[in-house]
């Protein structure tokens, strides 16, 4: 049995001498594995520094605690990890994993990426549109611009795989195309990626259903007595309650979380190790021809889902959230529109970024998507009030 600084790595772990490797081939690290190596481009990169300012559900100037790109990130490393050590998993990768699968988000969260994804779709009826996940995947393959040799991070093919969380079939068949078997392969035969892969998904969803229960109490718009029908939740508050009958308020909520997130982390932990015993895959690859392995229990699952549909309904959708996302997706068609029609409206900064005028449409239309994806929320707004003179927020 292998091991590294976490413990000891199961059969069925992903490792970083079996790793099929990198893009542009390089010489070893002496000291760091392959997988940490990943990490530390990422915790380097442009993209990731930019997470700071990026929206995760609250636009970064409405608070300075709410959480942002960044901190959502953080919080599923930490969570993915303390779920990886038990398991045997490769807690370098699943810490890489979680640190860049965010790099590929617009500012302004979802608003944004349904803008761009509008914009693209209304130049180019049909063709590809904008998908975040994807975006996150050319940001680590492409956009970073820092290293001699090559363009992008040049991350291990495990690294990358996890980062393309999702993929539609019409731009898997676009990987497929340039890369046969890469990262796309798996959504043309419907199988799994790595079980570090498949965790730092659900850390995803463990983290921001959790993190955005805080936020939204932070927030004042929602309050514990409506959490009361989020069922997950109130059960841990109830248990709160019952062994500190005290507790003030924003403690009570800390305290409810706390459970609810230790209480997820093990489930996931019991589950997961019940299915691995089932069925006993030998090494990394055996497991992606598996069903899903890494999972909630059927009851956890049922409460993860309503916790999501309970903060769908009664934060993202809240009247308050929604005039923000209007807004915020009405700077990004503003942006896409102006740079697209008059390429010299770039700032100054970017203008080695400019399109070619001469190239087609689809590739300008990218370059555009690709230029304001990267965006900060701040230097969106900063941008839309220059060309617009209209200041959509204070
Ligand atoms: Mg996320």
């Known amino acids: 049995m292998n091991t590294h600084h976490g413990g000891a790595l199961a059969a069925y772990a992903s490792q970083p001498e079996s790793s099929r490797g990198r893009r542009h081939p390089e010489p070893t690290s002496p000291g760091r594995n392959e997988f940490q190596r990943d990490r530390d481009r990422i915790v380097h990169s442009t993209a990731f520094r930019r997470l700071v300012y990026k929206t995760q559900v609250f636009l970064n100037h409405e608070g300075d605690l709410f959480r942002t790109r960044m901190t959502h990130s953080l919080e599923v490393a930490q969570i993915a990890r303390s779920i990886a050590r038990p398991l045997g998993l490769h807690e370098d990768l699943v810490e890489a994993i979680a640190l860049a699968?965010?790099?590929?988000h617009t500012p302004f969260g979802h608003a944004g990426q349904d803008a761009?994804?509008?914009?693209?779709?209304?130049?180019?009826?049909?063709?590809?549109?904008?998908?975040?996940?994807?975006?996150?995947?050319?940001?680590?393959?492409?956009l970073e611009a820092r290293y001699p040799q090559f363009d992008g991070l040049n991350l291990t093919f495990e690294a990358r795989e996890g980062v393309l969380k999702?993929?539609?079939?019409?731009?898997?068949?676009?990987?497929?195309?340039?890369?046969?078997?890469?990262?796309?392969?798996r959504f043309l035969t419907r199988t799994q990626p790595s079980l570090e892969a498949q965790l730092c998904n659900l850390a995803d969803e463990i983290a921001y259903n959790a993190h955005d229960i805080d936020d939204g109490v932070r927030s004042g718009l929602l309050s514990i007595e409506q959490l009361q029908a989020a069922g997950v939740f109130d059960r841990h508050r109830i248990e709160s309650l019952r062994d500190h009958p005290t507790l003030p308020g924003r403690r009570l909520l800390f305290e409810s979380i706390r459970r609810m997130l230790s209480a997820q982390i093990h489930d996931v932990i019991d589950s997961t190790r019940?299915?691995?015993?089932?069925?006993?895959?030998?090494?990394?690859?055996q497991a992606r021809g598996l069903p899903p392995l890494v999972s909630f229990s059927p009851g956890m699952a049922a409460g993860s889902a309503e916790l999501k549909l309970f903060l769908s309904r009664h934060l993202y959708r809240h009247p308050q959230v929604q005039g923000t996302t209007d807004r915020a997706r009405e700077v990004v068609r503003g942006l896409f529109e102006r740079y697209f029609e008059e390429p010299e409206s770039l700032p100054e900064s970017a203008t080695s970024r400019a399109p070619d005028p001469q190239a087609p449409v689809r590739q300008r239309a990218r370059e555009v998507a690709d230029y304001i994806a990267g965006m900060t929320d701040r230097f969106a707004l900063?941008?839309?009030?220059?060309?617009?003179?209209q200041r959509l927020f204070d």
Do not use: K, M, W, Y
Request: a negative charge.
């Open 101 to 104: 699968h965010d790099v590929g």
């Open 116 to 142: 761009l994804n509008d914009c693209l779709h209304r130049i180019q009826p049909g063709r590809e549109g904008f998908e975040h996940n994807f975006q996150s995947l050319r940001v680590i393959d492409l």
């Open 166 to 185: 999702h993929c539609s079939q019409a731009n898997a068949r676009r990987l497929e195309a340039v890369d046969p078997g890469g990262v796309g392969h």
């Open 274 to 285: 019940r299915l691995l015993a089932d069925h006993a895959p030998q090494s990394a690859d």
């Open 382 to 389: 900063r941008e839309h009030e220059r060309l617009t003179g």
